[in-house]
């Protein structure tokens, strides 16, 4: 089993940058799709950007275009997700995930998460 630890969350300006991790361990994730998404209460959870094993960036959700941007080191096991020039609208409790499992009902299954790191920006 591969568990993931997310840190880097916290509280940040609107405009201001934030630079995500998600170290795994228990596990090598070097050859595992992963992903970044998101969660805000009462919302259901937004797939955010997935890159490949081979650090092929798969996906960006729209809103995020332009500002995210998710890298992979996999000497170090880990993902990362920096996040330029943000908003209030990125508010939310960040996931990662790892080894994707296809799509169920529309929505992108990944069988490992780690708990998530909240990140507030305020306004």
């Known amino acids: 089993q591969a568990q993931l630890t997310e840190s880097g969350g916290g509280l940040v300006q609107a405009g201001g940058s934030m630079r995500l991790s998600c170290a795994a361990s228990?596990?090598?994730?070097?050859?595992?799709?992963m992903a970044w998404f998101r969660q805000v209460p009462g919302k259901e959870r937004e797939a955010v950007v997935r890159?490949?094993?081979?650090?092929?960036?798969?996906y960006y959700a729209d809103s995020v275009k332009g500002r995210f941007t998710i890298s992979r080191d996999n000497a170090k096991n880990t993902v990362y997700l920096q996040m330029n020039n943000l908003k209030a609208e990125d508010t939310a409790v960040y996931y990662c995930?790892?080894?994707?499992?296809?799509?169920?009902?529309?929505?992108?299954?990944?069988?490992?998460w780690g708990q998530g790191t909240q990140v507030t920006v305020s306004s």
């Open positions: 995930a790892a080894e994707y499992l296809g799509r169920d009902n529309g929505r992108d299954k990944y069988k490992f």
């Open positions: 890159i490949s094993s081979a650090g092929s960036i798969t």
């Open positions: 228990g596990r090598t994730v070097s050859a595992y799709t």
